[in-house]
């Protein structure tokens, strides 16, 4: 049996008497700890009998109700501080909210020690404590078992059955969950979970608590998995007087839920890698009909027909926004993602375009869609078709918009358009640039971000001011236009556009 408050009193050798708090004397002391950090409830467990000089608690009357408060919310089982050392003295009203909510006030004689005191709680224990490992060896075979029979997706269902409690893993930063659950995560408590906790896990308690609308959480970081945190309720089956989840085994639980989490994040890291770099190859045509469409199929692509889709603005990445949004809805996520210098680049099936288009809409990203395709062999038009659609997007102000719906202002209308101006226009020069490396474009680029100074562009280019006057004569002499002329550097400026449209790299 586990010893109570009622059994520590009545032993002499322990010199601790009752303060207030009577009507708990029944609790049971699981374990005694000294701890003086001014939130000790968030560094010990329900059952647990907190040994304090009286270091962290308050003076006044208030601050010590409050600290009574967080001690009996923590399910721990009674205070006793040390007669004599640097304890004020408990006020009144300390002692009227104990008596009032049965939770016990000890005093420990200053010639005792507290070691003594949690000597004879843990002999008193040892049964107790050989319980607590037989739970902790269960928490263990649990994985053992889920692995054994591949059904690793039942992990925290497994283990929220084993402790009797309602667990979920999360990420602070985003509210989602890391691990799979049978029973989702209420979204107010989501909510709850991105407001009130600190997104670097590293500065929260080892155990802390979390007020939702739900009721009151425990919550543990992960230590292998940073950034996320595992949430402890009470069970399905729980009534309102069951028993708090004993913290120590609950630590283990959230160590075995930390290194699964690790692991699907590496396994997750590496198909996004694998992914972007099949959606570069497609973006660059590299691929054969056979190897790319293998290779969309092996992501859970599908056969086709796929779209392309270029975003960018808030929630554009890959961890958050509609992307993740659109993840979270299937498994594994129906989509490849690469992030480019101009924009996000993603690549899904085509049914599942519009889901996009509406989660980007509601995350406050800017989307473009290219047309369907179904052949890999049009891999490339259809990103180039993305990025046309997102400059629609982008100069209508519309946040989304698919390739021919909406064309930007004095902008061509279509990729073939495109190709033509561009070629018009800056043909001659580009072809110039790739025999030579001369340069020419890019130093109109220069010219134009730097608002059309020549000597803030060649600033930029880290060239002196007449190697670029150079320079601009012979693009000038290629291109048959004026850079003095006001309609002919609107073209210039046009056609760069253009170009950047069409291949969003880096100018030669």
């Not at 209508?396 to 930007?408: D, H, L, N, T, V």
């Amino acid at each position: 049996m586990v010893m109570t408050v009622a059994e520590l009193l009545s032993s002499p050798a322990l010199g601790t008497r009752l303060l207030a708090g009577s009507g708990g004397a029944d609790r049971p002391v699981h374990w005694a700890h000294t701890c003086e950090v001014p939130d000790p409830w968030n560094f010990l467990s329900a059952g647990d009998l907190l040994l304090s000089d009286g270091y962290s608690f308050p003076a006044d009357a208030q601050g010590q109700i409050a600290f009574l408060r967080e001690l009996r919310e923590a399910g721990m089982s009674g205070l006793s501080l040390g007669a004599g050392v640097e304890a004020p003295p408990v006020t009144a009203e300390a002692i009227a909210y104990a008596d009032a909510h049965d939770f016990p006030l000890l005093e420990t004689r200053y010639s005792v020690p507290f070691v003594m005191v949690a000597r004879a709680v843990a002999d008193s224990n040892s049964h107790a404590g050989a319980g607590r490992l037989t739970r902790i060896l269960r928490v263990y075979d649990v994985l053992r078992q889920t692995h054994a029979h591949e059904t690793v997706d039942r992990l925290l269902d497994n283990l929220s059955e084993e402790l009797g409690a309602g667990l979920h893993v999360v990420s602070v930063r985003t509210g989602r969950d890391l691990l799979p659950r049978s029973q989702p995560l209420a979204g107010e408590v989501r909510a709850a979970v991105i407001a009130e906790l600190d997104p670097d896990t590293r500065r929260l308690p080892p155990i802390g608590r979390l007020q939702t609308p739900a009721g009151a959480l425990l919550v543990l970081p992960l230590v292998h998995e940073e950034g996320a945190v595992m949430l402890a309720g009470p069970g399905a089956d729980a009534g309102p007087g069951a028993d708090a989840p004993d913290l120590v085994v609950l630590q283990h639980a959230a160590t075995i839920a930390g290194l699964d989490a690790a692991r699907r994040g590496v396994e997750e890291m590496r198909r996004r890698t694998r992914g972007g770099e099949l959606c570069r190859r497609l973006q660059e045509g590299s691929l054969s009909e056979e190897a790319g469409t293998r290779g969309l199929r092996e992501e859970g692509l599908g056969d086709g027909p796929w779209v392309a889709a270029c975003l960018e603005g808030p929630g554009a990445d890959a961890e958050e926004g509609p992307v993740e949004a659109l993840a979270r809805a299937s498994e594994p996520p129906p989509h490849l993602f690469l992030r480019t210098a101009a924009h996000a680049l993603v690549i899904l099936p085509a049914d599942r375009a519009e889901e996009l288009r509406r989660l980007a809409r509601a995350g406050g990203a800017t989307v473009g869609l290219g047309e369907p395709f179904g052949s890999i062999a049009k891999a490339g038009d259809a990103v180039r078709e993305a990025g046309w659609a997102l400059e629609a997007a982008r100069s209508s102000g519309a946040g989304s918009a698919a390739y021919g719906e909406r064309p930007g202002l004095f902008m061509p209308r279509t990729v073939s358009e495109g190709e033509a101006v561009v070629e018009e226009v800056l043909g001659a020069a580009l072809a110039y640039d790739r025999e030579r490396s001369a340069g020419l474009v890019s130093s109109l680029e220069a010219f134009f971000e730097a608002n059309r100074s020549w000597q803030g562009a060649a600033k930029r280019l880290g060239i002196h001011k007449q190697t670029l006057v150079y320079r601009m004569q012979k693009l000038e002499e290629l291109t048959g236009r004026n850079l003095r002329d006001f309609g002919d550097q609107a073209e210039l400026y046009l056609a760069l556009r253009t170009l950047h449209l069409l291949d969003p790299v880096d100018l030669p």
